[in-house]
């Protein structure tokens, strides 16, 4: 069995996962996101704590950490946009001396769409793709790559990292140093603050999120579907950005924004016919991610899996790199 911990903008989760990718044992905490370093970081000991507290727990062989990014997988630091007290922070560290963890299981770090997209490559929708782009759409947007059937995390595990592809060459600036980034546009709170300036209200008692401008949305409100095409328009021109570098096969949608379905998917298709105009760049297929919100964690089991030259049989994840030969 494979620990998993999936670190994001807005929630913390852990699993146990079995060898054939299913979740058995699940916990997860909100990410108190603006607090200092400790107080995140004991969110994510609370997980840790209460996944021990689980039988499976002992059965673990490995324990993939799947992280908002950037991160640096080769020094095992994170700093994660949407979690501003963590700069360089030492995670991996901290999770090995945790007392949860049994002797000589080595925490494995990934940015977290890199292991959705692995998620995605074993179990999900872009299994047998040998060339696919793969999106959280979420708090804020990352991306993963496959490339020639292999997971491309790249040397530090960012190779991918669309979110912040800018886009809006004068837009406003991002908290990750750049301006008119991809994530300003199409992530979750982008989309509710552009259709509040709009004019959109969420209903009363409610916040101002995505899915409550979804809602909307489906309800025919003017300024909520325009944030949607917007975030669309985003998307669309760097997934048809990134297609014009490396050729792909496909590119799948995951993360809570992608709930919003036809909402997102419509006017993304639509302005990827424009953005996608090179003959070779063309026709690219744009698909749901198949795993919901478990993608991220049943990812970091894979990964952490391969690391450790255990791949479940017939699951795909020995096409991904680093895969024992």
């Known amino acids: 069995m494979y620990g998993a911990l999936d670190v994001g903008g807005t929630k913390i989760a852990g699993a146990v996962v079995d ?105 999900g929708a872009a299994r047998g793709a040998d060339n696919a782009l793969c999106l959280v759409v979420s708090t804020g947007v990352g991306a993963g790559l496959v490339l020639d ?29 750049s301006r008119g980034c991809v994530e300003l546009l199409a ?22 999120t995505a899915a409550a401008a979804a809602a909307s949305a489906r309800d025919g409100d003017p300024a909520s579907l325009a944030a949607f095409d917007r975030a669309g328009r985003a998307l669309a021109a760097g997934i048809a950005a990134t297609a014009s570098l490396v050729e792909l096969d496909l590119a799948v949608i995951g993360g809570g924004v992608s709930q919003a379905g036809d909402l997102l998917f419509a006017p993304l298709r639509r302005h990827l016919d424009t953005y996608a105009a090179l003959d070779f760049t063309r026709n690219l297929q744009v698909v749901p991610a198949r795993l919901a919100l ?18 479940a049989p017939d699951t795909g994840l020995r096409h991904l790199h680093g895969a024992p030969a």
């Open 19 to 123: 060898t054939d990718g299913k979740v058995l044992v699940r916990s997860e905490r909100p990410t108190p996101a603006r607090e200092p370093a400790p107080v995140v970081m004991a969110a994510v000991t609370a997980v840790l704590d209460e996944l021990a507290a689980h039988a499976a727990w002992r059965n673990v062989t490995c324990l993939g950490v799947g992280s908002a990014g950037p991160v640096d997988t080769a020094a095992g630091t994170v700093s994660p946009v949407n979690i501003p007290g963590w700069r360089g922070f030492p995670l991996v560290a901290a999770i090995r001396a945790h007392p949860a963890l049994a002797p000589g299981i080595e925490p494995v770090l990934v940015g977290d769409a890199v292991a959705m997209t692995a998620a995605e490559h074993w179990k």
């Open 294 to 311: 478990d993608a991220g964690l049943i990812g970091a089991a894979a990964v952490a899996a391969l690391q450790h030259g255990a791949p």
């Open 149 to 177: 059937g292999r997971l491309h995390p790249g040397p530090t595990g960012n190779a991918g990292h669309l979110g912040h592809i800018s886009v809006e060459l004068d837009g406003d600036h991002c908290p990750c140093g």
């Open 187 to 208: 992530a979750g709170p982008a989309i509710a603050r552009y259709a509040t300036a709009a004019g959109w209200q969420p209903p009363a008692g409610t916040e101002a």
